[in-house]
């Protein structure tokens, strides 16, 4: 990972997005302190931290605060020019309605072919790719989860040295199954990720599963499979298991059968089209709408343009955009279902006591966001500039090529988990704080939006696209270095520092279903 650095990034520097902000972010590092004069004359009155924002003219108490072009608050005092607008100073503003927004109104044009470009991946019978060959088992309920974890210890250190093509085992392990409200209309969410978790690319198509036998979810529901023997699912509580043993020695028995299978899987050529790639941010800053999500976004036409699929998600972290990307949804339909996301969620918090202003955490407010508005308009910079070709609940599976939102809360762990479960092979996460997260699932490119950042952390960072900030590169530029880089982690010839250290986050259901 090349981190670039250049003589411009010494100098006092702040970013401002578009012609209309009255505010702008300071870039150096560790920001600078008052009195400093920039060259078109502007003087700090007050030591301001990177990537937080200076007003570039007074504003009014009760005036409009813009960054990106839009309204990101009004001032809750006069800000004078020169001075830090810190998030005490900046007042939320109303979350667009919905019921006024445009509906496919400016659908763009469809983006120019991008042919020839591929990676090594392996192919699946029903036509899907994975970019990893794992073995995976799942679980019906958390009761048989140390079972399952005490054989995957077992399976990793005497049968997987038998099938140098497979990548490892892992457990597909959680905390629903059992005293749960099982018929309740939103229990579909928590069934439908775990049945399409299980399906995944990276797994072959198909997960074994380990139950209990008393649970509420069947584990032939998970497989979507007929009550009856079948060769990938068993059952502790099965009366011809005496003890311990036995129980484990199935495991491996039902483990051995299906490596045998995965083995005969290798890597193949196959067209970037195959591609499911999920996009995600955590640990933002104010950085993440400048660096790392545009780049990402450019990114993400390109894949779009080789006939991928790509999603960009977090519900929370679209709500207070959305009136600017119904307009590019492909058709009025689609543009009804981005709305229909929004709505659910929205009451979904309001029945919780909480709305989008929630989402922000003390690291995104260190890191310059003042709140969810901000935070938002660089969000939805990972989704380019393509047309919105489809948009999924939570927990379905794309069945469509192009970008598509994959409605999820913004919650790191849960976001992966859905993102998972709807046939994503590969993720690419952006952070501007900096987070270990991984995917044992699946690979996770993990961008920085600052070079400090990709420095400091430089054997955990993948991808630095900080030197956009800088002006040592364009978004352009960093865009197709980080699309080259995602063909070649999905092709296994390049590993993520995630996959390299082991490190990997559990996966982690949405359940807004009631627990008994």
């Known amino acids: 990972m090349p981190v670039r ?7 006092p520097r702040t970013i401002k997005i578009s012609a209309d902000d009255n505010v702008a972010i300071v870039v150096n590092d560790f920001g600078l302190p008052a009195g400093t004069v920039f060259a078109d004359g502007l003087k700090l009155i007050d030591r301001v931290p990177q990537g937080h924002k200076v007003a570039l003219v007074d504003i009014p108490a009760g005036g409009a605060i813009k960054r990106y072009g839009h309204v990101i608050g ?5 800000l004078v020019r020169g001075s830090w607008v810190e998030e005490s100073g900046v007042r939320l503003p109303d979350a667009p309605p919905m019921d006024q927004i445009e509906l496919a109104t400016r659908v763009p044009a469809p983006l120019p072919s991008l042919e020839g470009y591929t990676f090594e991946g392996f192919r699946n019978p029903d036509g899907s790719v994975g970019t990893k060959n794992l073995l995976a088992i799942s ?5 048989v989860a140390g079972t399952l974890e005490h054989a995957i210890k077992l399976i990793r250190r005497d049968l997987l040295p038998r099938y140098p093509n497979v990548d490892d085992v ?8 059992c005293g749960v409200a099982i018929n309740a209309p939103d229990a579909v969410i928590p069934i439908r990720t775990l049945q399409n978790l299980a399906r995944n690319p990276n797994f072959g198509g198909q997960a074994m599963v380990v139950g209990l036998g008393c649970e509420k979810l069947a584990p032939e529901v998970l497989l979507r499979a007929p009550s009856g023997k079948n060769p990938d699912i068993m059952s502790l509580q099965d009366e011809a298991f005496t003890g311990f043993g036995p129980m484990i020695e199935q495991i491996l028995q039902m483990a051995a059968a299906r490596l045998e299978i995965l083995n005969r899987r290798t890597r193949e050529t196959c067209p970037a089209s195959d591609l499911v790639v999920g996009m995600q941010c ?11 999500n545009p780049a990402l976004g450019f990114a993400s036409d390109l894949l779009v343009r080789c006939g991928a699929t790509v999603m960009f998600s977090e519900v929370t972290e679209v709500r207070d955009a959305v009136h600017l990307l119904t307009p590019r949804a492909v058709n009025v339909d689609v543009a009804r279902a981005l709305i229909r996301e929004m709505q659910w969620y929205d009451d979904y918090l309001h029945r919780g006591g909480a709305d989008r202003s929630a989402n922000t955490t003390p690291g995104n407010k260190k890191g310059g966001l003042a709140n969810i508005m901000e935070k938002t308009l660089g969000s939805i910079a990972k989704s380019g500039t ?11 599976r794309a069945t469509t090529k192009g970008l598509i939102f994959a409605a999820t809360p913004a919650s790191d762990f849960v976001c992966g988990t859905l993102q998972l479960a709807s046939g994503m092979t590969l993720q690419v996460f952006t952070t501007g704080r900096g987070t270990p997260y991984g995917l044992a699932a699946a690979p996770v490119i993990k961008v920085a939006t600052r070079s400090e ?24 530029e960093n865009g197709w270095e980080l699309f080259r880089l995602i063909l070649e982690v999905a092709s296994g010839r390049k590993k993520v520092w995630s996959d390299h250290w082991g490190i990997y986050n559990a996966l982690t259901l949405f359940n807004p279903a009631p627990i008994t």
């Open 5 to 11: 650095t250049d003589p411009r990034s010494q100098q």
């Open 74 to 78: 009004t001032a809750t005092r006069l």
């Open 139 to 143: 679980t019906s309920v958390q009761c």
């Open 170 to 177: 892992i457990g597909l392990t959680h905390s629903y199954g």
């Open 282 to 292: 955590g640990g933002s800053d104010a950085f993440s709408g400048v660096t790392a």
């Open 386 to 396: 393509a047309a919105i070709s489809g948009v999924l609940a939570p927990g379905e």
């Open 453 to 476: 950042l990709a420095t400091r952390w430089h054997d955990l960072i993948d991808f630095d696209a900080g030197p956009i900030a800088t002006g040592a590169a364009s978004i352009e």
